[in-house]
């Protein structure tokens, strides 16, 4: 996946959470070392940068809309 495919991302610090991630339709777009804060240390941890793409529904052309097309060229 490349960055300019992805719609939403989200960051993971746990292996557990990122295989849950990876089953669920994400994908790894980066991993990085970052510091831990919410267990109030400071020590290195991976920080995985998890993306996917939003399904948007596919939109629906009229006969209107297509007249149109065909008028314009």
């Not at 989200?10 to 510091?35: C, H, M, Y």
């Not at 267990?39 to 629906?60: D, F, H, N, W």
């Not at 006969?63 to 065909?70: C, L, S, V």
């Amino acid at each position: 996946m490349q960055l300019h495919e992805v719609d939403v991302i989200q960051e993971l610090f746990s292996v557990k959470d990122v295989n849950e991630a990876l089953a669920d339709g994400w994908r790894i777009v980066a991993v990085t070392s970052s510091a831990e804060l919410a267990t109030g240390e400071s020590a290195p941890v991976a920080c995985y940068v998890m993306g996917r793409r939003i399904k948007k529904p596919q939109p629906t052309l009229t006969g209107a809309d297509i007249a149109r097309a065909h008028k314009r060229s």
